[in-house]
């Protein structure tokens, strides 16, 4: 039957009768690599609906996700990186800086919140991969810092949800030292009997993880995250062997008792309230 032969050959649409998709309206998942209506998306806390990927946040995402309404107030907002050691690689610090914050529209790699969880007041610092890496200097560690203190001070739990590939090399000793200070202001919070939940994301590496990061109460993790101190690929080339299969994913960290348990991202305010309402009142 001719309904269903071209006779035509060549038949191409005019330019200005040709439609796209607007772009934003659609997300395709990096895993699966299925397409989902961007608003689909948001509404399903930004994890795929064919696969369950769960997609890099950044903090205001956080923000949104886990604070009532999603009103906040953040805390020291304006802290912005120095140059104590006037450093240069292939531009100078300041310049990278500036550059970083016009790129990100952040002024460094963690951002530190003060509201109302599910009815109760909580303190929430989160890290932006976004920012250098996510990489931790002199800011990101003051910033937590104050968190702590924050918490102390008003008696509220803190929340610590990292994402970051380590310590900032231009900062070098300024920033290992962020390690210390951080982990001295999480065990005054212990001796107070102030919980500490810290979150584990995708992907949370070097001197993150060695200090504040596995220092909660509870350690959680998103599921799939990489968590490690070295990557895997430099383990693999030291020790000269092959890897487990999902060798420091949250999973298989988890199997080896270094997390208390992974968390959907679509049930993690609801987790995070439940465990509180047990721990603390």
């Not at 009103?71 to 610090?93: G, H, I, Q, W």
């Not at 939940?197 to 070097?206: E, F, Q, V, Y």
Request: net charge neutral; aromatic share 8%; with cysteine.
């Amino acid at each position: 039957m001719s309904w269903f032969q071209r006779t035509g050959k060549g038949i191409n649409t005019p330019t200005e009768l040709k439609r796209e998709a607007p772009d934003g309206l659609w997300y395709q998942c990096p895993e699966c690599k299925q397409a989902t209506h961007t608003r689909e998306h948001k509404q399903n806390s930004f994890t795929c609906i064919h696969c369950n990927y769960h997609e890099k946040l950044g903090s205001e995402a956080y923000f949104q996700l886990l604070f009532d309404e999603g009103k906040y107030t953040e805390l020291d907002a304006n802290m912005r990186s120095a140059d104590p050691l006037e450093f240069v690689d292939t531009k100078a610090y300041p310049d990278r800086i500036v550059q970083t914050e016009k790129k990100s529209g952040l002024v460094d790699a963690c951002r530190t919140a003060e509201g109302i969880m599910h009815g109760k007041a909580i303190t929430i610092s989160c890290m932006d991969f976004g920012f250098i890496g996510g990489s931790m200097g002199s800011v990101v560690g003051e910033k937590i810092a104050r968190g702590i203190d924050n918490s102390l001070k008003k008696k509220i739990p803190f929340l610590m949800i990292s994402k970051s590939g380590g310590a900032r090399m231009m900062e070098a000793g300024f920033s290992l030292m962020q390690m210390a200070k951080t982990s001295a202001k999480l065990a005054l919070l212990d001796r107070a009997g102030i919980p500490y939940i810290s979150l584990l994301t995708d992907p949370t590496t070097g001197g993150v993880t060695a200090s504040f990061a596995m220092l909660g109460d509870f350690n959680i993790a998103e599921p799939g995250s990489l968590i490690g101190f070295a990557g895997p690929r430099i383990i693999k080339e030291t020790i000269g062997k092959d890897l487990p299969k999902d060798f420091q994913t949250a999973e298989f960290i988890l199997d080896h008792g270094f997390l208390d348990f992974i968390v959907d991202r679509k049930d993690l305010k609801d987790k995070m309230a439940s465990l509180l309402a047990m721990i603390y009142k």
